[in-house]
């Protein structure tokens, strides 16, 4: 398969994203601009921070005033999974330089990763991911524009609206884990209320990156995941071996 092959490819894989990644970019490009952000702020960021879950963060901290090395911080924390998602993606292109794995890691985010790394072995390939980034990237960046397009024309009540996206965005990131393991259920119930409680005595952007780094410390230390349908899997395989040789 050509590179102009494994692009293309690459780009076809992304298209699902797009559906995803657009409707969030339009919220996140109205909610910018009602915290402050002017529209060319709005877009450049989208253009030089490619993180939803961080642009999200830095728009919510903004709007609470909150200080620059707060945000840093913040979203530093929140994005520290790309170190482990960078290696495990750079891992299937060991011919890389390290120059292109500086430049390609801006490039990583969770959709990225997933779609790359549960590829077929004859697609990890440097051209394949170029393709899946080139559409995925340019679509987000195409939905903050539309957001900030549509907020000039958009009524004042549905551009407010639009703000409680980028919170259900932070919610449906949590509620698959918390589903599957009642501890992570229980650490994000205590991180809310110690940021609730934080935030009483001390400005509301400290209180979210203390309590983000305490309740993530102790879940790391408490919260195990639990293989259990692998284990039954397992059990099931062993019982029906065990059925056949007593057959």
């Known amino acids: 398969m050509t590179a102009r092959q494994l692009f293309l490819q690459g780009m076809r894989a992304g298209i699902p994203v797009v559906f995803g990644y657009v409707p969030v970019g339009i919220a996140y490009g109205v909610s910018a601009l009602e915290a402050g952000f002017s ?19 830095g728009v919510s901290m903004t709007a609470q005033h909150a200080g620059l090395v707060a945000i840093f911080i913040a979203t530093f924390l929140i994005n520290f999974r790309y170190f482990i998602m960078s290696a495990c993606i750079f891992s299937r292109l060991p011919g890389l330089s390290n ?18 790394t549960t590829a077929p072995n004859k697609l990890a390939k440097i051209s394949y991911l170029a393709g899946i980034i080139a559409l995925t990237y340019s ?15 958009l009524p004042a009540w549905i551009s407010a609206g ?33 940021c609730t ?17 305490v309740c993530a410390a102790v879940g790391a230390l408490f919260i195990k995941e639990e293989p259990k349908a692998v284990d039954d899997n397992m059990t099931a395989s062993d019982n029906s071996s065990a059925s056949k040789e007593g057959k």
């Open 197 to 213: 409680l934080l935030s009483m005595v001390i400005d509301g952007s400290w209180a979210i990156v203390i309590s983000t780094l």
């Open 139 to 153: 679509s987000w960046v195409l939905g903050a524009a539309i957001g900030v397009a549509a907020h000039a024309v």
């Open 99 to 116: 120059l292109g794995r500086v430049l390609a890691s801006w490039f990583v985010v969770d959709e990225t990763f997933a779609i790359f």
């Open 39 to 57: 529209p060319f702020e709005t877009i450049l960021m989208s253009c030089m921070v490619y993180s939803g879950s961080g642009q999200v963060l």
């Open 162 to 194: 639009l703000g409680i996206a980028l919170y259900a965005l932070f919610i449906a990131i949590v509620v698959p884990g918390c589903k599957r393991n009642g501890r992570i259920l229980v650490m994000v119930l205590c991180c809310a209320l110690s």
